[in-house]
């Protein structure tokens, strides 16, 4: 049997001599490298707000709770899809669903990819995820996914609801980077970056939300600085 070309290109990159990457360039010396943690906190909420999130704050799972049941009676939320990351997993939210008139989805409730698919972006109106780390610089949140964390909950449904504990804040991308792909550790295959809901000016220059994934993005920030 032949080899077709993409057989030919991989086996000539197995081949390959092996670089070493070049040295990452130095730090900056970045105002956000000094905040402390209250800073860190105050300065994500900030850059947060900037960039079009709805931002609220919680002591622990119980006011989190409180705050989706805000939410949800708010913009009239009946049906969600939620991730099972360590984040949200604690908080129950199928029972919570119960409580609050709210019909509450997994990845696991589906039978197969396709309904999934389905439920993610024509059954559902809001997607509930925790992230892994979110950037006070930038009011980045960053999410890497696994089978609890699937992309879809956070980029297909209208509405993205984040749940951020506030000790995964990092001052800087440098900061999340360090911890991703640090020395030694496995690099995650797959994760996303959101800074904001999806926009657009592509078309005649027009801003436009919700294009490429959720129109409104809402944080809610769960935790106190320690000191």
Same mark, same amino acid.
């Given at each position: ?33 000094? @905040?402390?943690?209250? #800073?860190?906190?105050?300065? @994500? ?11 609220? %704050? ?6 989190? *709770? ?12 009946? %049906?969600? *899809? ?10 129950? *939210? ?7 008139? !709210?019909?509450?989805? =997994? ?7 396709? #309904? ?11 997607? !509930? ?29 209208? %509405?993205?609801?984040? !749940? ?35 926009? =657009? ?5 027009? *801003? ?12 809610? @920030? ?6």
């Amino acid at each position: 049997m032949s080899k077709t070309v993409k057989d030919e290109i991989l086996d000539r990159l197995k081949v390959a001599p092996q670089k070493e990457p070049p040295p990452r360039p130095m730090m900056p010396p970045l105002n956000e490298l000094a @905040l402390n943690e209250e #800073e860190g906190i105050e300065k @994500l909420v900030e850059t947060l707000t900037l960039i079009g999130c709805d931002v609220h %704050r919680a002591r622990d799972s119980e006011e989190t *709770l409180e705050k989706l049941t805000e939410i949800a009676r708010a913009e009239g939320l009946t %049906r969600i *899809l939620a991730s099972e990351d360590d984040v949200v997993s604690p908080l129950d *939210l199928p029972e919570w669903g119960k409580k609050s008139n !709210v019909e509450v989805f =997994t990845a696991k409730d589906c039978r197969d990819r396709e #309904e999934f698919k389905r439920v993610a972006f024509e059954e559902v109106e809001a997607g !509930v995820t925790g992230v892994d780390f979110a950037v006070a610089e930038s009011g980045t949140l960053c999410l890497v996914h696994d089978e609890k964390q699937p992309r879809l909950v956070s980029l297909a449904p209208i %509405r993205h609801i984040a !749940v951020v504990p506030v000790d995964r804040i990092r001052p800087v991308y440098e900061s999340v980077t360090d911890e991703l792909f640090a020395a030694g550790g496995k690099a995650p295959s797959h994760l996303t970056f959101i800074s904001g809901p999806s926009m =657009t000016g592509d078309i005649q220059a027009t *801003l436009f939300r919700g294009m490429h994934g959720p129109k409104t993005v809402t944080v809610i @920030l769960v935790g106190q600085a320690s000191s």
